[in-house]
């Protein structure tokens, strides 16, 4: 507690947290003319860390204190306490930043690219010798990311035919042109939207399952135990996953395909009144083999995209718990895009029949 | 061979960071090796070189009589079958079960039978007194309970080195005393050699054959308790509240 007389601010003998709010207010009345006003300490024996914090910054202001022994001696400990440095990591400027991300994101590539390449390798290895890959694993992981992933891939597909279906038959209709839905539907379910809604949900369900059991594996040292094991993580962990979602995504697709033409089919017979076996007979015209072999070869691609991704925001988690939970967005982020990106790219190649 | 790990001038890096300057040491067969110093002094990181998790940045490791730094993974899994480590914080794999995770080098590195298999499992948990965890997952169970089945899992394959770190952070003093017991008996019925990162001064005082202090990425002390005593190092002094 303290008094104020004139210019002099006089404790007793003790300085605590509850006093420091009151005390800077009443010092704020002397304003900025800091020598009007002396602050008497020297009956001061009993305080808080938190008043040595104030004095010690309010001293180095230039404030006129007058201190007893202990707080002086416990004031320079203080203030050494407090002298190291706060950060050593470099501060840079935006562009260095920018010279840093980009940096940053080509060793991730490279990274990728490595990691991705022994991923391969031991999944080839893998499907032939079944020492290393832990046992079962792999029927159990089709079961994981196809068999359970079969109701919502059916519903989303389902409704994505409907809907474009119905969109489509509009316009259709006026120029009365409605055979040609059984076209759009089929070429468009087949080489887009069946494989790419496929991935995308599975990205969902299984990339983010993928990157969240490794990180948390990278976190919790269990990769570290296997190694120690003479269990490559890569073979043990990564490769059934692999096998498995090489095999679940273009089952899942080929579902996904026939179930959104079944969406269109709906549209025609119900909206546009086209009769079931001409609906039938033009779908399996325009259904030809190339068609499949695109839907097949881009979910191939997804499917190997999503694991590798997965796998890549996994092994390369930073900090705890909350690293976890960063990997496993970030890995649904870059999945999508990905498989969005890869898509385009295929699409056009396709288009134009390079 | 009298010694069973031999490591000379040994350089350990992250990024620019020198965590381990110029260490050299040889472990006896069947002793307790202990390693000792302040936190953050690289004991873990020591441990890590030693098992090959990580690669160093100079100096040769040798165990069981073959340099290891540059051996090729095949080979290095030939070695590793003969080494258990127990994990700071136990790392069992979460998704299975405590008798798979025991089971587990055994399926992979054996061609035991699963009955066998499972036979082996039982003994090596009723060793850690964790006959009733057999059906559990590690989720189920206490942090020592986890330290424990970790231990198992170690010496499922009978190592000839176990290596520890920090086995008893975090368990209650009897538990961490049944521990050590465990420990001896280890070396005392199975001939095992453990090296083995502690703090505990009792579990120190009760176990140790010989110590190395690690301060700052050095090594300022290696030997027996009693000519640590001798040397009259300040550091370590102060470590285990010796009078000068
Ligand atoms: N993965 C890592 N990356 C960078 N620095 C690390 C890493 N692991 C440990 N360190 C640093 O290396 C030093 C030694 O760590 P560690 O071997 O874990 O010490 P100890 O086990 O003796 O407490 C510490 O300063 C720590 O911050
Ligand atoms: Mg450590």
Redesign the pocket.
Known sequence: MYNIENNKIIFDNSFLLTDIDSFIDDLKKYGTNISSVQIDLSKVETFDNSVLAVVNSLIKKKYQFLLSEKLITEIKIFDKLISFNEKETVVTSGFENLVLRVNDFFSQITSFIVLSADIFSYSIKAIFRKEGRRKGSIYEQILLMGNNAVPIVFLLAFLIGLILSLQSAAQLRQFGANIYLVDLIVISMITEMGPMITAIIVAGRSGSAIAAEISTMQITEELDALKVMALNPLKYVVAPKMIAMTISLPILTVFANIIGILGGFIIAVIYLELSPVVFFNRAVGVMTLSFWWQSMLKSVLFSWLIVLIGAHFGFNVKGGAEGVGKATTASVVAAIFAVIMTDALLSIIFYFDF | MDNIIKIKNLVAK??T?I?LDNISLSIKKKEIFIIL??????????LKHIIGLIKPVAGTIDIFGQEVTKMEDDKFDKVLTQIGMLFQGGALINSMKVWENVAMPLEQHTKLLPNIIRDLVKHKLSLVNLEHAYNLYPSELSGGMKKRVALARAIAMDPKILFF?EPSAGLDPITALELDELILELKKNLGITLVI?THELESIKRIADRIIY?QKGKAIFIGTLEEARVENIDEINRFFGWNK
């Open positions: 992250y990024d960071k965590i110093g302040s936190s953050g002094g690289g004991k873990t990181t020591l770190d990162v690690l």
